[in-house]
T-cell receptor
Framework: GNSVTQMEGPVTLSEEAFLTINCTYT??????LFWYVQYPGEGLQLLLK?????DKGSNKGFEATYRKETTSFHLEKGSVQVSDSAVYFC???????????FGQGTRLTINP | EAGVAQSPRYKIIEKRQSVAFWCNPI?????LYWYQQILGQGPKLLIQ????????DSQLPKDRFSAERLKGVDSTLKIQPAKLEDSAVYLC???????????????FGAGTRLSVL
């Protein structure tokens, strides 16, 4: 079945550092790929998405590129802020089904 | 635009007791989902409704979990009887129908944190 594997956390960085959170997936065909973010005490929010190979999703300074050859969708940000501290989830949907299949999440803490 | 509303935010019960969670999706969203998020894991779909019909309940433990979406709007998820391993955050999400350009974007509520003692 479909699955998503994320980089093990937690990840702790200093403000203005470069961020990469790795995500790889297993799926047949061409899934849509997502990054969701969960801030403390809040629900999951869509951060960005990509629906086909080589698409780049971007939002709030975060980027991720859909790489079919490596089945990856790594999340990057050039300069993180304390407000980026949250749990980040990589996810996919496949075909006509809308259900999201999530990775285990990566907790990110940014220190000032 | 109001978001997905869930209640209660927190619930503590003893094992073998019953519990119910309520969700009110975003107005006009035909598709509603219930996910279970165990601590340290990603959310896992329990059940998906399209209007008031069930689309996918393959991972719902039907011996103890039930869900309904009367009139295609609000939904209730029930656990009876609860087990220790049901301790988790229960998330409700909604989305527009598959034919829409905004399909596949799910909007989540803040969740209900259940502790079973």
């Amino acid at each position: 079945g479909n699955s998503v594997t994320q980089m093990e956390g937690p990840v702790t960085l200093s403000e203005e550092a470069f961020l990469t959170i790795n995500c790889t997936y297993t799926a047949t065909g061409y899934p849509s790929l997502f990054w969701y973010v969960q801030y403390p005490g809040e629900g999951l929010q869509l951060l960005l998405k990509a629906t086909k190979a080589d698409d780049k999703g971007s939002n709030k300074g975060f980027e991720a590129t859909y790489r079919k050859e490596t089945t990856s969708f790594h999340l990057e940000k050039g300069s993180v802020q304390v407000s980026d501290s949250a749990v980040y989830f990589c996810a996919l949907t496949q075909g006509g089904a809308q259900k999201l299949v999530f990775g285990q999440g990566t907790r990110l803490t940014i220190n000032p | 635009e109001a978001g997905v509303a869930q209640s209660p935010r927190y619930k503590i019960i003893e094992k073998r007791q019953s519990v119910a969670f309520w969700c009110n999706p975003i107005s006009g969203h035909a598709t509603l989902y219930w996910y279970q998020q165990i601590l340290g894991q990603g959310p896992k779909l329990l059940i998906q409704f399209q209007n008031n019909g069930v689309v996918d309940d393959s991972q719902l433990p039907k011996d103890r979990f039930s869900a309904e979406r009367l009139k295609g709007v609000d939904s209730t998820l029930k656990i009876q009887p609860a087990k220790l391993e049901d301790s988790a955050v229960y998330l409700c999400a909604s989305s527009v129908p598959p034919g829409s350009l905004a399909k596949n974007i799910q909007y989540f509520g803040a969740g209900t944190r259940l502790s079973v003692l």
